[in-house]
């Protein structure tokens, strides 16, 4: 087994006095996309908020590359190789596509490898390269999710985190981003999605944790939970 | 049994402290006026250090900054009044000495205002008296030298419109120089006006041949060079606020050459006797206050220190801190001997008899190195 | 809101304004006879000129609006230090040389210090010289030369700029997380500990400010049979505000920081996603700011003549008003606000020369107006939040 990439150790975070999370263990090896699934309100924006250092670690450790990384701020840990696609996409909407790529590519300094990298996301997302002067918040849900997509591949990460990648975006649609999502992570980069459409997610991922209230319920390979029982009542069974 | 002797000692010690007689001041020290006030305060502190007792007290001084500003003045007045003063030396200025007069004569406090110069001041009661002349004199006298002595047949008039002095003021000089047979036009302007270009800009084609001020320094300076800048080179005749060092020292040669009406200084004292007080009275100032300049020394600081003797001089008449005794007594001073002349409110409304004004002209090279130079006086008996 | 429509909208807002204004000016040139050429150019002139230093004054309010969404009521007072800065940079120099070693090391320190934080100027060696520069330079400049307005202008943007970052380090970042109601009553409450700090440490009598520059020298030209005058400052104030305008368009839209900037202003929260540290940009923005509202302090000085502690209270709130009404955030709104007060103040007065008292009144109104029917401003972004 080698080294994983990403690890919370016993971590517990609160939002004042309210604890958002208990206990939660999670691992991430290299290469793997993991999905984390749950209901509304059961900890999973708030794990990604924690493993950014958007929200401070109450207990407990998180680990990246091997290096613990809870005490240190969000710009060190995007320098070390993380990147996210916010919650509602969140693209700059007063800046250009083009403006929001580059500010996905803040931190570099290597104006080859950004520009190797423009043409990977835009082979990955033609409309972008067509778009590339529109304002960023007249386009459609759809193609922000893609430029926010296109946004964290900038940085060239190790590890992206998504967060609901799905919301709001019609069914095919929906399939379309996972089937990139996909090809992605063939490339390579370890992807960590977090997910209401437990199905879609499953069918793709290679393992799946399920928070409840902040804790940890299930966790394993995506198959197996496919096949679980709870797991059907509870999360597949909707839709 | 020892406990209680001590405490009775107390007391009694404790009130011969108590035992001490509390003047209020109400001036304008930090603001606009920040200048004019300090210096009256001046004023008052020598006379008081030269007259600390009477009636076998002390004399307490309780300094109020009312920070050029009405509800300042209100503020202090109120304070004054709960805290049971014999009387109120100040305000500046009449804006701020109106309010205060309101206060202060309903709770039937005496107040005296240093240099306030509109009429309405003094007529709101009888505990109310002031130490100036008033303005329909200073108005008057303005008017007729620019018509009659300057020769000029137009007129421009800048006044402040939300300040009674500079309104009301301009009012007095308007009318009279109008009687003269001179032709006006007036210009308004608010306090903290920093751009008078426009107003300048109106006056162009009336081409007057003089300019009458009656505002402030805080306005005057930038006033003043806009007027120079702008093309006017006219002569301006200003009033008792522009007896400030602010002025020169806020807009440099633009005023050299203006003249204007003020307190009056030793020099331009008529009467011997009380011009040999003003003189004694200056070196004591300079004593006391060893690092001032000359220009910090003029009518102002005269002003002050003779309302705060002619309110222990009433005290003393008196014969009591009562205040309504102290009252009648001010209201009945003759032939006072101060040091801005001699003093008699007998018979008036609480404005003094026969005030002396004086004019002044400012030769100013810069701002650092300008001089205020006295020309003549002249007695408010003289004006009709 | 597109591109378009806000062409539109302030076309349509232009052409109003033009008709008004001619309309008036009509009407006026009718009444009175004696409104000639030459004083109609006059009066434009006069509005040039205030204009412009309002334009000046609300280019710096609306900037640190536009970042961090705080309405920074003491920026009239940063206004007034930087008059200050320049003010005693002028008359006390040159300094006893134990003096200006001591104001070197003081004042250097602070701003070494704070521009190695702004920049990330970590380097030893970078650090080094920056050091040699800053200190050797003021010392030199404060003990051996008689500091004329232009250094002592460069002089108190620095020192401004400094204490611009110094402000929103002690009073408005703990309030970071706060609610925003917390924030502008720190703001109000900041703005009233400089008035009086001011009053304390300057003194608070009105001083003379009186630099005999090239900007104040009366000019004039004949138009006509009239001569029109006017000062330096008419054509200075606007080329500066005009070049200010383009660089710093330039520096948002072109550079890394200053895109940084823009993307805080948009969204705070992924900014620091994307690696932005939002810390080094609202300093930076405060930096900024700063520096503006000196080069606004030390031009209005000079024009008017004259500083007091509270001198930043009434060019503050117009400041204030010309940065809502062109459109808060907007730095092209800021210019036209600031304009546009200046031409309500001189010709209120020009026009109906009794309603003089009143020319604040009128632009007092129009802010009511635009944040009753059109809260963006003229030019203004659309609010999410009306603060």
Same mark, same amino acid.
């Not at chain 2, 004591?284 to 690092?291: L, M, T």
């Not at chain 2, 002349?341 to 400012?362: A, S, V």
């Given at each position: ?29 290299? &290469? ?16 990604? *908020? ?21 005490? *240190? ?5 995007? $320098? ?23 500010? &996905? ?123 679980? $029982? ?10 | 049994?020892?406990?209680? /002797? ?62 050029? #500003?009405?509800?300042? #003045? ?40 240093? #240099? #306030? ?63 003269? =047979? ?44 806009? /007027? ?9 005749? =200003? ?10 020292? =806020? ?50 600081? /005269? ?82 | ?19 008004? @204004? ?44 536009? +970042?961090?969404?705080?309405?920074? @009521? ?110 502008? +009553? ?6 009233? @500990? ?14 003379? @400010? ?106 503050? +709130? ?49 802010? +009511? ?19």
């Amino acid at each position: 087994m080698p080294e994983p990439l990403l690890e919370l150790k016993n971590v517990s975070a609160y939002y004042g006095p309210i604890r958002a999370l208990n206990q939660v263990n999670m691992v991430l090896y290299p &290469g793997e996309m993991v999905c984390l699934l749950g209901g509304n309100a059961s900890g999973k924006s708030t794990t990604l *908020k924690t493993i950014l250092g958007l929200v401070q670690v109450g207990e407990g450790e998180v680990y990246f590359r091997g290096e613990r990384i809870d005490p *240190k701020p969000t710009s060190y840990r995007i $320098e070390r190789g993380m990147a996210v696609v916010p919650e509602n996409r969140r693209v700059f909407p007063k800046m250009t596509v083009r403006e929001n790529l580059e500010m &996905g590519a803040y931190l570099r300094n290597d104006p080859t490898g950004i520009k190797e990298d423009l043409e990977y996301v835009f082979s990955l997302f033609p409309r972008l390269e067509e778009r590339l002067n529109q304002m960023a918040g007249t386009m459609s849900g759809g193609e922000q999710q893609m430029l926010a997509m296109g946004r964290a591949l900038m940085s060239r990460p190790k590890l992206i985190l998504m967060d609901e990648p799905s919301m709001g975006l019609a069914p095919k649609l929906v399939e379309t981003i996972f089937k990139i999502i996909k090809s992605v992570n063939e490339r390579g980069i370890t992807v960590f999605v977090v997910e209401q459409n437990a199905n879609i997610a499953l069918s793709i991922a290679d393992r799946g944790y399920v928070l409840q209230t902040g804790e940890v319920v299930l966790e394993g390979p995506a198959r197996d939970l496919l096949n679980n $029982e709870a797991m059907r009542k509870a999360y597949l069974g909707e839709v | 049994m020892r406990k209680s /002797l001590l405490v009775a000692a107390l007391l009694v010690l404790g009130s011969f402290g108590l035992a001490q007689v509390k003047i209020g001041i109400n001036l304008e020290l930090s603001g606009r006026f920040a200048a004019i006030g300090n210096q009256t305060l001046n004023g008052i502190k020598v006379a008081n250090l030269q007259t600390p007792e009477v009636l076998g007290q002390k004399v307490e001084l309780v300094i109020c900054d009312n920070e050029t #500003s009405r509800e300042g #003045s209100i503020a202090c007045a109120q304070r004054f009044v709960n805290e049971g003063v014999i009387g109120v030396l100040g305000a500046i200025s009449s804006s701020m000495s109106i309010p205060a007069a309101e206060v202060l004569q309903d709770a039937g406090i005496i107040m005296i205002s240093t #240099s #306030s110069t509109n009429p309405q001041t003094t007529q709101i009661g009888d505990y109310i008296f002031r130490m100036a002349y008033t303005d329909d004199f200073q108005g008057k006298l303005a008017a007729a030298y620019v018509v009659k002595d300057l020769g000029a047949k137009k007129v421009a008039i800048f006044r402040q419109i939300d300040d009674d002095y500079s309104y009301g003021l301009a009012g007095f000089f308007d009318e009279t120089a109008k009687k003269l =047979g001179a032709k006006t036009l007036v210009q308004d302007f608010v306090a903290n006006t920093v751009d008078f270009t426009a107003q300048l800009n109106n006056i162009r084609s009336f081409k007057p041949d003089a300019i009458y001020y009656s505002g402030f320094c805080a306005e005057g300076a930038p006033f003043m060079k806009q /007027l120079r800048e702008q093309g006017f080179d006219q002569q301006v005749v =200003g009033a008792d606020a522009s007896d400030d060092p602010q002025c020169p020292e =806020g807009a440099g040669a633009a005023f050299d050459g203006y003249i204007f009406t003020g307190f009056a200084t030793p020099n331009l004292i008529p009467d011997p006797e009380a011009k040999k007080r003003a003189e004694a009275f200056k070196a004591k100032y300079f004593e006391v206050f060893k690092d001032a300049k000359p220009g910090d020394f003029n009518g102002f600081v /005269l002003a002050g220190a003779d309302a705060y003797n002619v309110l222990v001089a009433a005290i003393k008449a008196a014969g009591t801190t009562d205040v309504k005794a102290v009252r009648d007594a001010l209201a009945n001073i003759e032939h006072f001997p101060g040091v801005s002349g001699d003093i008699t409110y007998k018979g008036t409304d609480g404005t003094p008899k026969d005030r002396t004004i004086g004019f002044y002209q400012y030769k100013v090279k810069s701002a650092s190195d300008w001089t205020k130079i006295e020309l003549f006086g002249k007695s408010t008996a003289e004006v009709q | 809101m597109t591109a378009s429509k806000l062409a539109s909208r302030s076309t349509l807002f232009s052409l109003f304004a033009g008709l008004l @204004f001619v309309a008036l000016l009509g009407w006026r040139i009718a009444s009175m006879p004696d409104y000639t050429f030459a004083r109609i150019v006059q009066d434009f002139l006069n509005a040039l000129t205030l204009g412009s230093l309002y334009a000046l004054i609300a280019l710096g309010y609306t900037m640190v609006y536009g +970042i961090i969404r705080l309405i920074n @009521f003491a920026h009239g007072e940063i206004f007034m230090l930087g008059s200050y800065f320049a003010f005693y940079a002028m008359t006390l120099t040159p300094m006893h040389w134990g003096l200006a070693l001591l104001t070197t090391v003081l004042l250097g320190g602070t701003v070494l210090l704070v521009l190695r934080s702004l920049f990330n100027l970590e380097e030893p060696k970078r650090t080094f010289l920056l050091a040699l520069l800053i200190f050797g330079g003021t010392f030199f400049l404060l003990a051996f030369r008689h500091l004329g307005w232009i250094e002592a202008l460069l002089l108190s943007m620095l020192a401004t700029g400094v204490a611009g970052v110094l402000l929103e380090a002690v009073a408005y970042r703990p309030l970071r997380g706060a609610p925003r109601e917390s924030m502008l +009553i720190t703001a109000i409450a900041a703005s009233f @500990f400089l008035q009086n700090m001011g009053q304390l440490l300057f003194g608070p009598r009105v001083r003379g @400010f009186n630099a005999e520059t090239v900007l104040n020298q009366p000019r004039s030209f004949a138009i006509g049979e009239e001569t029109v005058y006017f000062t330096g400052i008419l054509i200075v104030v606007p080329a500066v505000t005009a070049v200010l305008l383009f660089v710093l368009n330039l520096f948002v839209t072109r550079t890394r920081l200053g895109k940084a900037m823009r993307a805080t202003a948009q969204d705070a929260e992924v900014a620091q996603m994307m690696g932005v540290n939002v810390n080094q940009v609202i300093a930076l923005t405060f930096f900024i700011g700063s520096i503006l509202a000196a080069a606004a302090g030390v031009m209005y000085s000079i024009r008017f003549g004259q500083i007091h502690p509270l001198m930043g209270l009434m060019p503050g +709130i117009k400041a204030f008003t010309a940065a809502v009404i062109g459109g808060i955030g907007s730095l092209p709104g800021a210019v036209l606000g600031g304009l546009l007060l200046g031409f309500i103040e001189i010709y209120v007065v020009s026009f109906f020369p009794t309603l003089s008292a009143y020319k604040d009144v009128f632009a007092f109104v129009l802010l +009511i107006l635009i944040l009753l029917f059109r809260p963006s401003g003229l030019v203004g972004e659309d609010l999410t939040e009306k603060v």
